[in-house]
């Protein structure tokens, strides 16, 4: 399961510290987009790039590659290869990094970077955005403020603490005019979601804060496994009754039933045909199946055993053969024309979705294999972000003549729910999908 929790609020409330206990009390990773940012920033001061040169701002954005690593779930920042640590918080890196932020495409670039580290693991990240822009399907979004004077304050005992001597007045000034510019920024600008959860922390300790912080988070983890218990798995339900839901004729439903039980015994006799956790298929509500492509002859084998009815989406070109259009017909094989945008496709196969049914689908969108690392297409993927339905993984692994077929538990991509994924997203979800399945197969 994955799990964010977004931290939002203004500069010097205290984002930081309390990503960093939540991070420690329930082992999530911590990511604190600030140092990417400054990262940023370093890299203009260091090369001499002024922020008014827009070009040159840009050019640079392209030269820059920032890696974010995890040691004991602290976030290690590398620019270009090369780790910084005090370089992030210098005072030349202080004063320009606000408007550093504020540059459009620096925006772009860094809420794709929080995006894509974010994929398939638990974490807390603290912004200014994130529950707002980066995350807005985060599992808890939670808005801290305090007022500017005890925010001063609060910096002001941090500066004693690392030796920096800054009067009250300055400091006080400083974090308004911060607040003013975050706020009112055209990118991006602070602001609390509406769903986040607001916390005035001024008259809080840090316990008290951090207290009402875990429990807003406990009561969210809960809700989550309650609510992933409801779609309760299910062992025995009998498949042929899920097929002959749909108002088919009797001549249609006997023909399924004839073939269903035909193929179920041709593939545990030539076969031995095995398949493992079925239980992982939800009993209600739509999902979708995402196997490795064996071969056309393997296909079969997720639907016969399948606890609920999958809609299988195949080549069109199947249709070409009467035999397998006419089976194709019995098991709602949705036909894609491959090698271009199927829209009509497209449209069948969310409203299979819509409808609360199965859709099958292989993400490697060819019969090459994992083995063969062939481009996998994104498909599942987006299928899964643009509905915010949970994918079952599949691995099918054949041995010495034997299928082994193993249903993974359910995946849910929903946080990353939009109508218009981004690649980037859609690449690494594909990824974590593959991998998920690779290592059902081998496991199977
Ligand atoms: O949290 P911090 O002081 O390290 O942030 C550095 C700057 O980056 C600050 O001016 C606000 C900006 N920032 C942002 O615009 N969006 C974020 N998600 C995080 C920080």
Not at 133 to 155: G, H, S
């Amino acid at each position: 399961m994955s799990f964010i929790v977004a931290i939002d609020g203004p500069a010097g409330v205290g984002k930081g510290t309390i990503a960093n206990l939540v991070a420690e009390k329930f082992g999530f990773l911590n990511v604190d987009t600030g140092a990417m940012y400054r990262a940023i920033s370093h890299y203009l001061i260091k090369n001499n790039i002024l922020l008014e040169n827009t070009e040159e701002v840009k050019k640079a954005l392209e030269n820059i590659e920032i890696d974010i690593e995890f040691k004991d779930s602290e976030q290690i920042l590398s620019l270009n290869g090369e780790k910084l640590i005090s370089e992030l918080r210098t005072k030349e890196v202080n004063a320009i990094v606000s408007q550093v932020s504020h540059i459009p495409e620096v925006r772009t670039a860094m809420v794709e970077l929080q995006r894509k580290i974010a994929v398939g693991k638990s974490m807390v990240m603290d912004g200014r955005d994130i529950g707002t822009n980066v995350f807005p399907n985060a599992n808890v979004k939670i808005y801290l403020d305090a007022t500017p004077e005890e925010r001063a304050n609060r910096r002001m005992k941090q500066n004693q603490e690392n030796g920096i001597d800054i009067p009250y007045e300055e400091v006080l000034e400083n974090i308004k005019f911060r607040d003013h510019n975050d706020k009112t920024s055209k990118v991006a600008p602070l602001k609390k979601a509406d769903d986040a959860i607001l916390i005035d922390c001024t008259e809080l300790s840090l316990e008290q804060l951090s207290n009402k912080v875990y429990e807003i988070i406990e009561e969210k983890m809960k809700q989550v496994t309650t609510s992933q218990k409801e779609v309760k798995p299910t062992k025995k339900k009998k498949v042929v009754e899920e097929y002959d839901k749909p108002e088919d004729s009797l001549w249609m439903k006997l023909q399924r039933r004839f073939i269903w039980h035909t193929l179920r015994g041709f593939y545990k006799i030539f076969y031995r045909l095995e398949v493992k956790g079925l239980e992982n298929i939800p009993e209600e509500g739509a999902f979708i199946v995402c196997g490795n492509h064996v071969d056309f002859m393997k296909v079969p084998v997720i639907v016969i055993y399948a606890t609920r009815k999958i809609n299988f989406i195949g080549k069109a070109e199947l249709f070409n053969n009467p035999f397998l259009a006419r089976l194709g017909e019995l098991f709602d094989v949705i036909p894609v024309k491959r090698g271009k945008q199927d829209v009509d496709s497209m449209k069948k196969s969310l409203k299979v979705l819509a409808k609360g049914e199965g859709l099958g689908l292989f993400p490697e969108g060819t019969r090459n294999g994992i083995a063969k690392k062939v481009k996998v297409k994104n498909g599942a993927a987006f299928m899964a972000l643009r509905t915010g339905k949970p994918i079952v993984p599949v691995g099918i692994k054949v041995q010495k003549g034997k299928i082994i077929v193993n249903y993974g538990k359910l995946i849910d991509y929903s946080k990353y729910q939009s109508k218009t994924p981004e690649k980037e997203t859609l690449d690494k979800v594909t990824e974590d999908l593959m991998n998920t399945i690779i290592q059902l197969t081998n496991e199977a």
